[in-house]
């Protein structure tokens, strides 16, 4: 288990500037993406739910364009 720990250290390590921006833009958007994923299970209101909806398909559409790729 420490080990993992240790490689994910050394890889962020060698990032360049521009890999460690685009990686702090996935991880705000993945945890933004959760968060309307949580919204969404417990929203009633059919107005809302479709803000959320649409929020969610531009979520995914720019972590779509950072090399993200929905899991099955």
């Known amino acids: 288990m420490e080990s993992g ?8 390590a ?24 949580h919204d969404l299970t417990v929203c009633r209101d059919d107005r809302y739910r479709k803000q ?6 531009y979520l995914e ?3 779509a364009g950072l090399g993200w790729r929905r899991e099955a």
């Open 5 to 12: 720990g240790l490689r994910r250290e050394v890889s962020r």
């Open 14 to 37: 060698m990032l360049n500037a521009e890999q460690m921006e685009i990686e702090r833009k996935r991880d705000g958007l993945l945890l933004h993406r959760t968060r309307v994923l």
């Open 52 to 57: 959320l909806e649409s929020g969610l398909a």
């Open 61 to 63: 559409s720019e972590l």
